[in-house]
């Protein structure tokens, strides 16, 4: 394997203003920036990930890898080929300068002959990320465990018809959980790449949905268990790779968390390619989660509205990006939760460089559009028509409705007796379509 650095000699990307034609500069992320009172690092919360960015080999499903990095080579030690993979790694976080990163176990650690095999590797390069972390920025945004990849898991791993798998999901994602926490994650997600079904013909639905409940369940009572303080997420998708996943969208986990009494410990993680293959709008998932009080963190991509599968593209739709920033500082921004660029250069991008390339157009568009938004609050430009236009719920009438202090016939008898013809009103649409337009 060459020693020689995969990035070359590339020097840190800097915030170098609007202006700037540098292609490996930032033009709007200035990272310590005031923004509503918070600097811009902090309301972004950025992170990369590990498995597009350092484990994709750049196949798809009519053609083999075309990356072909240093340690996806074939014929090396595969622990040697992770600690390699780390360096990179380490080095792209720093020239990036982003605060986060968030991992799979088996993106980070080679899969062993056995679980127990499998967990020491995770062991080993846990120890490596937390010597690499206590000299960098870096820290860890969510760690998860790979629960679908395996031909163990093709029906499935909490959900699985055979007792053995779920107990074998149990170890591996046990060992996920207590990387995550021993490295101080943020966050843990579960992602249901294979929970969910592709013909009711041999599918029982109460009890697979009983069984990712319970499983749910016991990773709960572990966090608790092990001291981990951050909440567990769980990612929506709706289909792909199964026909029909369980956790279709955030309308649809809130009942499932709901039903198996899980609302105090999970929120959502959402996917802006997950949200568009759900038949939603990035916004409607975003502000559904918040409405519900269960928004927890992002995957930051981009789908290609002429293609009908998971693309992870890096987000570079501003229009979009600001009235979902909108949204989330509205709600009073990311918690424990960032922005997570769940997203991979193309195929034909073989240049380490486009690596940084990919990024930098993301979180360029990500801190475009959070400045935008915040002036877009800070004006009232949205907020003050959705006031006006919800006004008569927030008189003395309203809320004497909405707290239960009337009952039906109490207000059909007035509806009845005053002579009340309430006229519609007009939504605004296309004025606040060009409003949000002036800002973008």
């Avoid at 959980?177 to 109460?206: I, Q, S």
């Avoid at 016991?218 to 997420?233: A, Q, S, T, Y």
């Avoid at 009908?308 to 509205?330: C, P, R, S, Y």
């Avoid at 719920?393 to 002579?419: C, F, V, Y």
Wanted: glycine share 10%; net charge negative.
């Amino acid at each position: 394997m060459s020693t020689a650095p995969f990035f070359g000699d590339l020097s840190p990307v800097a915030y170098r203003g609007p202006d700037s034609r540098d292609p490996l500069s930032y033009r709007w992320y200035d990272k310590d920036r005031v923004v509503l009172g918070k600097r811009m690092e902090e309301h972004l919360r950025l992170a990369a990930c590990y498995w597009h960015s350092f484990c994709w080999p750049g196949g798809d499903p009519f053609g083999g890898e075309t990356f072909q990095r240093p340690w996806m080579r074939p014929g090396q030690d595969p622990m040697a080929a992770a600690r390699a993979k780390a360096d990179v790694a380490f080095e792209m976080f720093r020239l990036l300068d982003i605060p986060f990163f968030c991992f799979h176990d088996l993106d980070a650690a080679p899969e062993g002959a056995t679980l127990v095999e499998s967990v020491d590797n995770l062991k080993a390069v846990t120890d490596l990320f937390a010597a690499k972390m206590e000299t960098a920025k870096v820290r860890l945004l969510w760690g998860t465990a790979n629960l679908f990849s395996n031909r163990r898991y093709m029906a499935g791993a909490a959900t699985n018809p055979d007792p053995d798998v779920f107990l074998y999901a149990c170890g591996q994602v046990r060992a996920a959980l207590e990387a995550t926490h021993a490295l101080g994650g943020a966050n843990y997600v579960m992602w249901g790449g294979r929970e969910g079904y592709e013909t009711l013909l041999n599918t029982d639905l109460k009890r697979e949905l009983d069984q990712m409940g319970r499983f749910l369940a016991m990773v709960v009572e572990h966090k608790h268990r092990i001291g981990f303080d951050g909440p567990i997420l769980i990612e929506p998708k709706p289909r792909e790779p199964t026909k029909h996943q369980y956790d279709f969208d955030v309308a649809t986990v809130y009942g499932f968390l709901e039903r198996y009494d899980l609302l105090a410990d999970v929120r959502v993680n959402i996917e802006q390619n997950h949200a568009i293959l759900a038949g939603h709008s990035f916004q409607h998932e975003v502000g559904l989660a918040l409405a519900l009080g269960i928004f927890g963190s992002l995957d930051m991509n981009r789908g290609d509205a002429l293609l009908g599968w998971d693309t992870d593209q890096f987000a570079n739709d501003i229009g979009e990006l600001t009235v979902v920033m909108h949204d989330i500082l509205k709600g009073g921004g990311f918690t424990t939760g960032g922005l997570n660029f769940d997203a991979k250069i193309r195929r034909q991008s073989l240049d380490p460089a486009d690596l940084l390339h990919g990024h930098i157009g993301g979180i360029d568009s990500c801190a475009r559009a959070l400045l935008q938004a915040a002036q877009m609050l800070e004006d009232g430009a949205l907020t003050k028509p959705l006031a006006e236009r919800y006004a008569g719920w927030d008189g003395a009438e309203g809320q004497a409705i909405l707290s239960g202090k009337r009952d039906l016939a109490t207000l059909a008898d007035r509806a009845l007796t005053s002579g009340l013809n309430p006229q519609p009103r007009s939504g605004r649409q296309e004025y606040l379509e060009n409003v949000v337009n002036r800002y973008v």
